[in-house]
Nanobody
């Protein structure tokens, strides 16, 4: 089992920045591919960004490419999402997720994730 706890959400103005953190416990973090997803009100959960277990592979949704950066610190069991140039359409609950099977080819699929955090709310005002 893996427990994931997100933090860092809040209210920010358009153009501002936030950094989300997700700390993992219960399993060797360094073996897990990690991802961020988000869900806006009335919409389906969507993929945001992913990082492989060793940090060597990164992948981003087109909507956040160039603005968001995913990173990880395996010594701290933590994955981060640095969000810059925020837009109102970035408003959502952001979820951290873990894939223990390392199926990178499915990393954008919410159904492929094995563990989820409870989410942290990001609100971007216009």
């Amino acid at each position: 089992q893996v427990q994931l706890v997100e933090s860092g959400g809040g209210l920010e103005q358009t153009g501002g920045s936030l950094r989300l953190s997700c700390i993992a416990s219960g399993r060797t973090f360094s073996t897990l591919d990690m991802a961020w997803f988000r869900q806006a009100p009335g919409k389906e959960r969507e993929f945001v960004a992913a990082i492989s277990w060793g940090g060597g592979r990164l992948y981003y949704a087109e909507s956040v490419k160039g603005r968001f950066t995913i990173s990880r610190d395996n010594a701290k069991n933590t994955v981060y999402l640095q969000m810059n140039s925020l837009k109102p359409e970035d408003t959502a609950v952001y979820y951290c997720a873990a894939d223990q099977h390392n199926h990178w080819y499915r990393i954008t699929a919410a159904g492929a994730m094995d563990y989820w955090g409870k989410g942290t709310l990001v609100t971007v005002s216009s």
